[in-house]
């Protein structure tokens, strides 16, 4: 059974930081790519991010290229998002994923 916990998430002012985890079992974590999505309130889900099972190769969204970095630790099936210059808009839940698989997700809020 795929099981996926995210953690990490807060309250954060604008231009702040956070660094959100995936602790993922189950599934054998090193073969796979494995994403970041986001909803925001009232709103649905969107891609955030994307990495390669190697880790070697990763993508990003627009709206967070540049500020935000993916990573993972195959020895230990952990996934990373290293959140910086967080906005307003970044306010929302956020889950790791694996293709349809989602953990709880974790909530991010960025407010002054």
């Known amino acids: 059974e795929v099981q996926l916990m995210e953690s990490g998430g807060g309250l954060v002012q604008p231009g702040g930081s956070l660094t959100l985890s995936c602790a993922a079992s189950?599934?054998?974590?090193?073969?796979?790519?494995m994403n970041w999505v986001r909803q925001a309130p009232g709103k649905g889900l969107e891609w955030v991010s994307r990495?390669?099972?190697?880790?070697?190769?990763?993508d990003y969204a627009d709206s967070v290229k540049g500020r935000f970095t993916i990573s993972r630790d195959n020895d230990k099936n952990m996934l990373y998002l290293q959140m910086n210059n967080l906005k307003t808009e970044d306010t929302g839940v956020y889950y790791c994923?694996?293709?349809?698989?989602r953990g709880q997700g974790t909530q991010v809020t960025v407010s002054s």
């Open positions: 994923a694996l293709n349809s698989e």
């Open positions: 189950g599934f054998a974590f090193s073969f796979y790519y």
């Open positions: 990495i390669s099972s190697g880790g070697d190769n990763t």
